[in-house]
């Protein structure tokens, strides 16, 4: 039996394929352990990069643990209960755009990008009107997510082949 250490040593780096706005547990509970799964079913081949939302965030523990969290699944499964734990891989990397806005926007240039994941409420899809200087993180969802799609469309000069699959949660 392979221990969780191992599958953590012996970990392969996958194509960042997802972006997800958010880092808090529902996601990483929901969306980052189904993608997790088909990786581990050879359905999905993709890794996910956590964007924090919020200028006080998570991502620097996530970046401490390399993207792996331990996820324990309690619940009814075919009748049966069930009360499991298992290493999450599908993170490969947390950023922090308040305090790295070009490594934001970066994944924009990234061709295998194709899913844009969040779990933002109404009350975070909101216009904030904000003046915000050039290389600066914008405070709203909204802004953020305007920023690096127009930088994607910059840098594949709209092709149709950049295009993207959204999933608000």
């Not at 999905?44 to 998570?58: A, S, Y």
């Not at 899809?125 to 802004?143: G, H, K, L, T």
Request: aromatic share 10%; with cysteine; net charge negative.
């Amino acid at each position: 039996m392979v221990t969780i250490k191992e599958k953590a040593v012996n970990r392969v780096a996958l194509p960042e394929r997802v972006l997800q706005f958010g880092e808090g547990n529902f996601l990483r509970a929901f969306i980052d352990w189904m993608l997790h799964r088909m990786n581990s079913e050879d359905l999905f081949n993709g890794e996910t990069v956590v964007v924090q939302p919020l200028e006080k965030g998570l991502v620097d523990l996530l970046n401490e643990q390399d993207g792996l969290y331990t996820l324990f699944l309690r619940g009814i499964q075919d009748g049966k209960e069930i009360n499991q734990h298992e290493l999450i891989t599908s993170i490969s990397r947390g950023i922090n755009p308040y305090k790295d806005w070009n490594a934001y926007l970066e994944t924009a240039a990234n061709p295998d990008m194709r899913f844009v994941v969040s779990n933002t409420t109404e009350a975070g899809i909101v216009y904030v009107q904000e003046a915000r200087p050039q290389d600066q993180c914008p405070a709203s969802f909204p802004a953020k997510l305007t920023a690096w799609l127009a930088e994607r469309f910059r840098i594949f000069d709209g092709s149709t082949e950049s295009g993207l699959v959204f999933l608000p949660c």
